[in-house]
């Protein structure tokens, strides 16, 4: 299984990206791991490979083969289309942060989803950024999303509950553990 997770420093791609890969391991998974996070510190973009199965060789995901893409801004999605193919699921997190040409009026933000859909149709939209912020937990958004991505994957929800519980700090898990519950529920059947 190839995940991809894509956004802007600060959104807790790679806190993220290690919950998930810790999970993943204690599944009974070979996991690897690699990320990309060059300018994060200054809004810039950031992605996590994170790859598991009964064997995995290689950290990172060859072009065209990603299962899922995990985005946690717009347009970010768009950014690695090169990884997608007709059965890749894209969740995309409705939120968008204006790149400097936009901000300028330099250039216009562009439509996400038409882009997407030239490469693959399971394209699902959710409003993670939202309800991050009804909880009061904006920097929560990695978590929330985290659980929107738990209900695609069949693993004991248990894994996830004992991960949050390791890698979160006290005084913020209670409100991240309300936050993957209720992204869990976005995407459950």
């Known amino acids: 299984m190839n995940i991809l997770m894509a956004g802007v420093g ?12 810790e999970v993943m391991l204690e599944a009974g998974f070979d996991v690897k791991k690699s990320e990309i996070h060059g300018m994060a ?3 810039g973009s950031v992605m996590s490979h994170v790859r598991f199965g009964a064997k995995v060789s290689s950290p ?3 072009l065209g083969t990603c299962d899922i893409l995990l985005s946690f801004e717009e347009l970010e999605a768009a950014r690695y289309l090169e990884y ?9 997190n409705r939120q968008r942060i204006l790149p400097p040409s936009v901000v300028q009026g330099q250039a216009a933000y562009p439509e996400v989803e038409p882009i997407i859909r030239e490469y693959t149709q399971n394209v699902i939209f959710v409003e993670g950024s939202a309800l991050a912020a009804e909880l009061n937990n904006a920097k929560g958004l990695n978590i929330v999303l985290l659980g929107a991505l738990s209900a695609l994957l069949d693993v004991n929800e248990e894994l996830w509950l004992n991960a949050l ?16 519950k209720r992204g869990r529920a976005l995407l459950a059947a």
């Open 10 to 21: 600060g959104q807790g791609i790679i806190l993220a990206s290690d919950i998930l890969s």
């Open 60 to 62: 990172t995901i060859a």
């Open 84 to 92: 997608l193919n007709p059965n890749t699921k894209v969740v995309i």
């Open 165 to 180: 519980n390791l890698n979160l700090k006290e005084k913020i898990r209670a409100v991240n553990l309300e936050g993957f």
């Open 41 to 43: 510190q200054r809004g």
